[in-house]
DNA sequence: TTGTAGGCGTTATCAG
DNA sequence: CTGATAACGCCTACAA
């Protein structure tokens, strides 16, 4: 591969001036930059760019960590993030830390030891202390679906609380109110503020929360089989069922045809998320739409804001999720 | 952050020892090593991935082009390949292709600029003889999901062959031979195999191809809705249905619901791939399973051992696809 | 086993 | 506007 210098030495001028042209910043007469243009086509040049991160302290690469590479919920996520960021040049490392405290901390120090000029995490063991803390280090620290006290400039979230308020309010609008709700795992913030909109949508509809009514489930489809399976167990009857991602409504779904139910009649579901495949569900889910995609575009513009000093980017920090109606919620007024 | 210059300061011991504890290679007496050791804790030392880089002419790190981010297919592709890499300290570059051939090519530029020490690709768009051409380059290239020939040994691959002959046997053995089919688009090398599997399928069983029960679809939903509507509006009856993906089988499954069919009674359905929602649509989608996640694990294999020198690793480059029956096959005996 | 010194390909700071 | 020249942080013969 040539090297700059090769390119100086045919284009008949110094290394600088190489650089010059490169970087397109500083003044460079036009005579000199064709010279230096046409050798460069001739020999074919490409800058190494790990030497220009060596010399430039800049590794144009933003570190991401997603809980997994699989799922619906995280490619559009890191679809929108690589998109953006591929458009300006840089490149996306990713890695993965699989909703695990340890695994986690050690893909952020795999990310950060990596020269990330950033990082993008979408984290959910790790503490909000630990984020703080992270934050003071060197490499920006960027958050993806998680708000943390403090932090607000640097993360990117979804009002959790308001989509699960809509979740339950839907259902309660088509006349149910024996309201059964799988929850994600709690340790999760995401999955609290869905639980806490839920509770708040009863809370203003004058309906009690049950507790026989409530189950934990794992964000996945074996959660929602679990959890219907648990209610049915339980023998309260519900005739709604709101469920904190589309994952577990699909799981449920299809228990609940297991068991003979017919859906929406019998069972009406709602889920969160509207991932691709809430739309061929049958019947056809009813859910919250989360703009993750558009949530990740956004993110990669704050880096680029922020970290790359782009000008006339303006950034929203906060998203709202809206209610996708479709077929799964009966109405029983 | 700390140097090893300093490190070597403080242990009181040259650059070159402090590089050698560094890499574990070179032999160091065990007290010197302590020494360093100490030394770089305190210092809470880290080496610099990209000095290393240039100076060691390897970026430990491997590119990856798929066509999208999301999708299930990519994910747990990308999954496997992340898994193995991260496992051995390499990290993953990550970039899309969108199934177009200039994407994919400057795709591919951006991955060789960034210096990765290989690329493992899953590109649809480009030719074998661009690919061909890629090969006599200097980064070592390996292709995902495609066998072209001349190439065998930097290819992981599917027999889609026998996938495609797979599913359509399956249908056959249940009795039916009004057959339809949805294929892929052509200009993939997958969706030709599949095909050939097909088409040999038939002719093992004597059943004749006929040209109005066969569609073109997108690999996506919307190619299974609209084959199946074409079918339908070609009233040449068809009790079976073969999809070259399990996303198109979902979308004909939607589809043909809307359009009143009980399934599977009065349409059998077929998908392929086994993607991880083919068990939550209803009836739960027979298909056949592609083991993209063990191939992702076996490509980021292969190049352990053949770039970054692991031995004792035994590569397999052919998959064989299996059939996974579930409720989608109605048996007409 | 350990140290010395040159180099990896750029950027950036000075002069000129 | 252009040219020397010193970093950047580490690896690796080559010597000792």
Redesign the interface.
């Known amino acids: 591969?040539a090297t700059i210098y090769e390119v100086s030495k045919l284009a008949g001028v110094s290394l600088a001036t190489v650089s010059r042209v490169i970087n397109k910043n500083s003044r460079v007469s036009d005579k000199t930059r064709q010279k230096v243009e046409n050798a460069m086509t001739e020999l074919g040049y490409?800058?190494?760019?790990?030497?220009q991160?060596?010399a430039s302290n800049r590794?144009n690469?933003v570190g991401i960590l997603v809980s997994?590479?699989?799922?619906?919920f995280?490619?559009?996520m890191?679809?929108g993030i690589?998109?953006e960021l591929?458009a300006a040049g840089k490149?996306?490392?990713?890695?993965?830390g699989h909703s695990e405290e340890d695994k986690e901390k050690e893909g952020i120090e795999?990310l950060i030891?990596?020269?990330c000029d950033a990082i993008i995490l979408h984290v959910e063991a790790v503490s909000d202390d630990y984020l703080t803390n992270l934050c003071e280090g060197?490499t920006p620290v960027y958050l993806m679906s998680r708000l943390v006290e403090g932090l607000d400039d640097n993360c990117i979230s979804l009002n959790n609380e308001l989509g699960g308020f809509l979740a339950t309010q839907a259902v309660i609008e088509q006349g149910h109110s024996d309201i059964a709700y799988i929850a994600g795992p709690q340790f999760k913030a995401d999955s609290k503020d869905r639980l806490a909109g839920h509770l708040r949508a009863l809370a203003e509809h004058n309906i009690p929360f049950n507790e026989s009514l409530y189950f934990e489930g794992d964000f996945k489809?074996t959660g929602g089989s679990d959890g219907l399976k648990h209610f049915i167990a339980n023998k309260k009857p519900f005739s709604a069922l709101v469920c904190a991602n589309d994952e577990m409504a699909?799981?449920s779904?299809?228990y609940a045809?297991e068991q003979g139910l017919s859906l929406p009649k019998e069972l009406s579901i709602i889920g969160f998320d509207n991932i691709?495949?809430a739309?061929?569900?049958?019947p056809?889910l009813t859910t919250i739409d989360n703009p993750v995609n558009l949530m990740g575009h956004m993110a990669a513009k704050l880096v680029l804001k922020n970290v790359y000093e782009r000008k006339n980017i303006s950034i929203t920090h906060s998203f709202e999720p809206t209610l996708i109606t479709r077929d799964s919620i009966h109405s029983i007024s």
Request: net charge positive; charged share 20%.
């Open positions: 591969m490409r800058p190494n760019s790990i030497a991160s060596l590794s690469s997994e590479l699989h799922g619906p995280f490619g559009q890191m679809a690589e998109a591929r490149h996306v490392i990713i890695t993965t795999f030891s990596r020269n060197k489809e699909s799981g779904i299809t045809r691709i495949f739309k061929h569900t049958y056809k």
